[in-house]
T-cell receptor, first 119, second 111 residues
Framework: GAVVSQHPSWVICKSGTSVKIECRSL??????MFWYRQFPKQSLMLMAT?????????EQGVEKDKFLINHASLTLSTLTVTSAHPEDSSFYIC???????????????FGAGSRLTVL | SQKIEQNSEALNIQEGKTATLTCNYT??????LQWYRQDPGRGPVFLLL?????KEKRKERLKVTFDTTLKQSLFHITASQPADSATYLC??????????FGAGTRLFVKA
């Protein structure tokens, strides 16, 4: 089945530093990947849609200069939180659709998530 | 804009009983609706998808219904087990290959 690997699973950093999170599709090619952010007991909030070889599409209210997304290949997308601050602390999750299950539907395979804590 | 409402209160049931979770949406009926399971500190895992022309879908102990008149989907787990304890998320396609999620309902199954 489709597998998405996300790394690191947790990271602690100092305020002002940048953190990179990687998302890889292991056994399928993902032309589109999605980045979500989740606060405790809240819904997943879509941050951006990442397309291979092109610029990411950001949702309203998401700062593209703060959250840099790069989708360099069909199997890798990265999210860089630049100049991180405590309010950026959250659970970040990536996902991809393989198109193998339920054709025509956007069924998502998620990574395990990355817990970011900014001190 | 489309909104998804799931019961924010946790659902506590006894092992062996049927758990029923509700998902309501506010605007247009989507072409399909999905249910995911999320364990603490993990990413969601896809469970079932039901299309707008389907009334019911089953997979092992899971059953999903989709009522476009009521703008509601029900998610049932029969013969529930403690291992079924998790948060269950309802998700809708909003078009343009974009999926939005409800906040989820936490299920606790007691042995």
């Amino acid at each position: 089945g489709a597998v998405v690997s996300q790394h690191p699973s947790w990271v602690i950093c100092k305020s002002g530093t940048s953190v990179k999170i990687e998302c890889r599709s292991l056994d399928f090619q993902a032309t589109t990947m999605f980045w979500y952010r989740q606060f405790p007991k809240q819904s997943l909030m879509l941050m951006a849609t990442s397309n291979e070889g092109s610029k990411a599409t950001y949702e309203q209210g998401v700062e593209k200069d703060k959250f840099l997304i790069n989708h360099a290949s069909l199997t890798l997308s990265t999210l860089t939180v630049t100049s991180a601050h405590p309010e950026d602390s959250s659970f970040y999750i990536c996902s991809a659709t393989s198109g193998q299950v339920n054709p025509g539907a956007n069924v998502l395979t998620f990574g395990a998530g990355s817990r970011l804590t900014v001190l | 804009s489309q909104k998804i409402e799931q019961n924010s209160e946790a659902l506590n049931i006894q092992e062996g009983k049927t758990a029923t979770l509700t998902c309501n949406y506010t605007n247009y009926s989507p072409a399909y609706l999905q249910w995911y399971r999320q364990d603490p500190g993990r990413g969601p895992v896809f469970l079932l998808l039901i299309r707008e022309n389907e009334k019911e879908k089953r997979k092992e102990r899971l059953k999903v219904t989709f009522d476009t008149t009521l703008k509601q989907s029900l998610f049932h787990i029969t013969a529930s087990q403690p291992a079924d304890s998790a948060t269950y998320l309802c998700a809708l396609d909003t078009g343009g290959f974009k999926t939005i999620f409800g906040a989820g309902t936490r299920l606790f199954v007691k042995a």
